[in-house]
């Protein structure tokens, strides 16, 4: 089937998104992946990134750019963030405590939706904030399913080890106690789109006091309930 549109810098723009879909790459990936020479591939990336279409992770190498989520949020056809709003307040409603969503970005996860407790003390994660891979029960979730390179790649300098997520990934849920912040313990589940694929994970986040050492036992019912929902969503 001939997928060109007859303007062919905008093909080939096409292809180096279509080549980024599946995670990070370097130039020399890109190359590999679009089959288009090394400048014209490197001009290509560059430019998109210019526009926000394309980003790098901390290694520098280039990652879809954020300019494609707030399109899609623009054209209603971000399923996923659409559906969020109501089942965050659902899920903070019935824990008492604040819920986010996040998406993994090369090698940080964003904050994508949340929604705070409404009295009390909160503990919540600003939308748009930018935390590490490394820490925390929604980067575990978020990293327990990857293709084993990337994973082994991802406990690099983590604060949690292959074991945990080998208990996460049968679970269905992480949980973190001051893994992140002192005094802060969470629970995440994974959200999963087509071919079951994890795309994001959803989250309750709040004090130790109120979590108790065991967190999982409190919340993971709800956390998961949530994002059996959210890929009821995603999946369609």
């Given at each position: 089937?001939?997928?060109?549109?007859?303007?062919?810098?905008?093909?080939?723009?096409?292809?180096?998104?279509?080549?980024?879909?599946?995670?990070?790459?370097?130039?020399?990936?890109?190359?590999?992946?679009?089959?288009?020479?090394?400048?014209?591939?490197?001009?290509?990336a560059v430019a998109?990134?210019?526009?926000?279409?394309?980003?790098?992770?901390?290694?520098?190498?280039?990652?879809?750019?954020?300019?494609?989520?707030?399109?899609?949020?623009?054209?209603?056809?971000?399923?996923?963030?659409?559906?969020?709003?109501?089942?965050?307040?659902?899920?903070?409603?019935?824990?008492?405590?604040?819920?986010?969503?996040?998406?993994?970005?090369?090698?940080?996860?964003?904050?994508?939706?949340?929604?705070?407790?409404?009295?009390?003390?909160?503990?919540?994660?600003?939308?748009?904030?930018?935390?590490?891979?490394?820490?925390?029960?929604?980067?575990q979730v978020l990293?327990?399913?990857?293709?084993?390179?990337?994973?082994?790649?991802?406990?690099?300098?983590?604060?949690?080890?292959?074991?945990?997520?080998?208990?996460?990934?049968?679970?269905?849920?992480?949980?973190?106690?001051?893994?992140?912040?002192?005094?802060?313990?969470?629970?995440?589940?994974?959200?999963?789109?087509?071919?079951?694929?994890?795309?994001?994970?959803?989250?309750?986040?709040?004090?130790?006091?109120?979590?108790?050492?065991?967190?999982?036992?409190?919340?993971?019912?709800?956390?998961?309930?949530?994002?059996?929902?959210?890929?009821?969503?995603?999946?369609?």
């Amino acid at each position: 089937m001939d997928n060109s549109s007859g303007v062919g810098v905008l093909d080939k723009a096409a292809l180096v998104l279509s080549a980024l879909e599946s995670g990070p790459a370097t130039l020399a990936g890109l190359v590999g992946a679009t089959g288009l020479p090394r400048p014209t591939a490197h001009r290509l990336a560059v430019a998109l990134e210019h526009h926000r279409m394309v980003a790098r992770d901390m290694q520098g190498r280039f990652i879809l750019g954020p300019r494609l989520s707030e399109l899609a949020v623009m054209a209603g056809e971000d399923r996923l963030l659409a559906t969020a709003g109501p089942v965050l307040t659902h899920l903070r409603d019935v824990t008492g405590e604040s819920a986010q969503l996040y998406r993994r970005q090369g090698d940080m996860r964003i904050c994508v939706a949340a929604a705070e407790r409404l009295s009390g003390l909160r503990d919540t994660v600003p939308v748009g904030s930018t935390l590490p891979m490394k820490a925390g029960s929604a980067a575990q979730v978020l990293l327990a399913w990857e293709e084993s390179e990337r994973l082994y790649r991802g406990l690099e300098g983590a604060r949690f080890t292959a074991t945990t997520l080998s208990g996460v990934r049968r679970r269905g849920w992480a949980q973190s106690i001051g893994e992140r912040e002192p005094g802060v313990a969470s629970v995440s589940a994974p959200v999963r789109g087509p071919s079951n694929r994890v795309v994001a994970a959803v989250s309750v986040l709040g004090p130790i006091e109120r979590f108790t050492r065991h967190p999982g036992r409190v919340h993971a019912q709800a956390v998961v309930d949530a994002a059996a929902h959210l890929s009821e969503h995603c999946a369609t």
